[in-house]
């Protein structure tokens, strides 16, 4: 339907050390995949307002925290399966770990709990990524094994402050990477096994700016969802918390959208429809003009997309074909950062515009980081 965009090259910006490889660790996810052992699965790049990167290892339940000059230490080593990653504005690290839900850096090396299953609930099929909105509402994917033959796919948002947690959406093959357009107004989903980017229609009551203001903290014990406690490597982390799919959800085949609060939630669509790759689209990422990076996983690529779904750009892997998930970052916030799990590696590009700051970047820093001088 177009041209084939330009190509802008990449480099490494930071590898996983040999020393750190788990080629021979038994790893649940890895011999699920039975594609032989893996030194790791690099996924779920995001920064904190220091310049940190932290990224994922979905193969053998780490967490990495990266310096500016490519280092990387362990952030936290558990028994799970971390994927997607998005800092809080107040600092803290959340985590969409497939097997235990939406959980919360300790700070520890290990988690807490936030949002699980219980017998009385909509049990989670297997939570792939997450991304706070301008409020501080915290949406996240639900993709579980879910595919074309079985659309079972969700997608979530847990209310800031109150911890009420809505299915807003059901009947996906394979959602994916989520992310917002500049003006909250539209959220972005990868749907990896329909090869397609979704976009959902989102009312001025959610996800303004104005409402950021006087959203709570967190999600804790204040009647809301809440987890059960610490997390070790040999007891793993359970989240305690009921996900209940009210609101107008249906499970008859297709994708349905809930009514949403006052009809705040809007139309579902397909925004671009991709081709190729063996996987599909994966991570995304929002620059400040509503430009959408989109990850093809298996295809060593991420697409620059313009807010109406032309192709702008192809970014191109100089190391593996199995990139996996982006996030702009850098002094001035343009540079793009890419998980590649192939080689373990981070790989870097200078974007045409500046990434979109994300709301962990937003307002005011925490007192605690104010009083230590962090940015």
């Known amino acids: 339907m177009y041209a084939a965009p330009p190509d802008l090259p990449t480099e490494r910006f930071a590898v996983l050390p040999a020393a750190w490889h788990r080629m021979d660790y038994p790893s649940p996810w890895v011999e699920a995949r039975g594609a032989g052992p893996l030194h790791s699965f690099l996924e779920g790049p995001a920064f904190d307002r220091n310049g940190t990167l932290y990224c994922t290892d979905l193969a053998h339940g780490r967490v990495f925290s990266v310096t500016r000059a490519g280092d990387f230490a362990v952030a936290a080593d558990y028994d799970g399966e971390p994927n997607g990653l998005a ?17 919360c850096l300790d700070g520890q090396g290990g988690f807490n709990g ?42 979530y948002r847990l209310r800031a402050g109150t911890g009420v947690l809505e299915c807003v959406i059901d009947g996906l ?24 980017i979704y976009s959902l229609g989102i009312g001025a009551s959610v996800g303004s700016r104005a ?42 085949g297709g994708a349905s959208v809930a009514n949403g609060a006052g009809g705040a939630i809007g139309k579902l669509s397909r925004f671009i429809q991709l081709s190729g790759s063996p996987t599909g689209p994966d991570g995304l990422a929002v620059d400040v003009e509503g430009n959408l990076a989109v990850v093809h996983a298996g295809a060593g690529t991420v697409w620059l997309f313009s807010a109406n779904g032309e192709p702008m750009l192809r970014v191109r892997s100089c190391a593996g074909r199995r990139t996996t998930n982006v996030a702009y970052g850098g002094p001035d916030n343009r540079t793009l950062f890419i998980t590649e799990a192939e080689e373990g590696v981070v790989l870097q590009a200078r974007m045409p515009f500046a990434g979109l700051p994300l709301y962990s970047q937003q307002g005011e820093p925490p007192l605690q980081d104010r009083a230590t001088g962090a940015e």
């Not at 800092?87 to 985590?95: A, E, P, Q, Y």
């Not at 949002?115 to 993709?143: C, E, I, K, M, R």
């Not at 394979?174 to 397609?196: C, E, H, K």
Request: hydrophobic share 35%; no cysteine; aromatic share 6%.
């Open 211 to 252: 409402d950021a203001a006087s959203a709570a903290s967190g999600y804790s014990a204040d009647g809301g969802v809440r987890g059960e406690g610490g997390t070790s490597r040999d007891r793993g982390a359970r989240g305690d918390g009921g996900a209940s799919g009210d609101g107008g959800i249906s499970g008859d």
């Open 173 to 196: 093959a394979g959602p994916n990477g989520i992310a917002f357009s500049p003006d909250g107004r539209l959220v972005y989903i990868a749907i990896t096994r329909d090869n397609a």
């Open 114 to 155: 936030v949002v699980g299953a219980t017998p009385q609930s909509v049990a989670l099929q297997g939570v792939n990524d997450l991304t706070f909105a301008p409020d501080g509402d915290l949406w996240f994917t639900d993709q579980g094994g879910s595919d074309l033959r079985r659309p079972t796919g969700r997608v």
């Open 87 to 103: 800092l809080h504005r107040d600092g803290r690290v959340f985590v969409a770990d497939r097997r235990h839900g939406i959980v």
